[in-house]
């Protein structure tokens, strides 16, 4: 089946910095990437919606100059978190869309932010 | 807007027990459901989906899952668990007049005790 990577797997940064998690589908182009956070114990929120070539669609709530999502190709999408403060310590999860299945999504294995 | 619920936050059963796990959500049109199953330390991964036609659908590893349009309902359910089946189970629903976007429950965590 598709394939969806994240990486880094697990980062820890300081309060203050920022840190750029990635998102690859590894064999197909996907138009349309999702970005989700998950608390522990909680189930998966949508944060945004990441378009190839466009700028992405964020839920409500979530602060678009805080979590910066570039979608610059049809196979890499990536979330930078800005200014990063110990309660955006989650575990960030993304998935993608193959076009050539309608209404499927792919995840990746997520990524662990510790800020401290 | 689109909810999803899930009737238990934690089920512990023995193994070659029966599992049925609940799922309600709240959109009147017309939805492609879905479980995804989280084992410990891993990412999701798609038990069964159901887009249209029969609605009992068979997933993998044994799961299926029934459809009942009239109750809003998408219950997961499993003849005889294993121990290997302790994970966290999520039901997602995507309705077609909300585009791409998933909304998923809250998620039940599953033991199955040797």
């Known amino acids: 089946g598709a394939v969806v990577s994240q990486h880094p797997s697990r980062v820890i940064c300081k309060s203050g910095t920022s840190v750029k998690i990635e998102c690859r589908s590894l064999?197909?182009?996907?138009?349309?990437m999702f970005w989700y956070r998950q608390f522990p114990k909680q189930s998966l929120m949508l944060m945004a919606t990441?378009?190839?070539?466009?700028?992405?669609?964020?839920e409500q709530g979530v602060e678009k100059d805080k979590f910066l999502i570039n979608h610059a190709s049809l196979t890499l999408s990536t979330l930078t978190v800005t200014s990063a403060h110990p309660e955006d310590s989650s575990f960030y999860i993304c998935?993608?869309?193959?076009?050539?299945?309608?209404?499927?999504?792919?995840f990746g294995p997520g990524t662990r932010l510790t800020v401290t | 807007a689109q909810s999803v619920s899930q009737h238990n936050h934690h089920v512990i059963l023995s193994e070659a027990a029966s599992l049925e796990l609940g799922c309600n959500y709240s959109?009147?049109?017309?939805?492609?459901l879905f479980w995804y199953v989280q084992y410990p330390g891993q990412h999701l991964q798609l038990l069964l989906k159901?887009?249209?036609?029969?609605?009992l659908v068979k997933g993998i590893k044994g799961f299926e899952a029934e459809f009942i349009k009239s109750k809003f309902s998408f219950n997961l359910r499993k003849p005889s668990v294993q121990w290997s089946d302790t994970a966290e189970y999520f039901c997602?629903?995507?309705?077609?007049?909300?585009?791409?976007?998933?909304?998923f429950g809250p998620g039940t965590r599953l033991s199955v005790l040797p």
């Open positions: 064999d197909f182009q996907a138009t349309t």
């Open positions: 998935s993608a869309r193959d076009p050539r299945k309608t209404y499927e999504q792919y």
């Open positions: 997602a629903v995507n309705a077609y007049n909300y585009g791409q976007n998933f909304v």
């Open positions: 159901y887009f249209s036609g029969d609605p």
């Open positions: 959109y009147g049109g017309t939805v492609n």
């Open positions: 990441s378009n190839e070539g466009s700028k992405a669609t964020y």
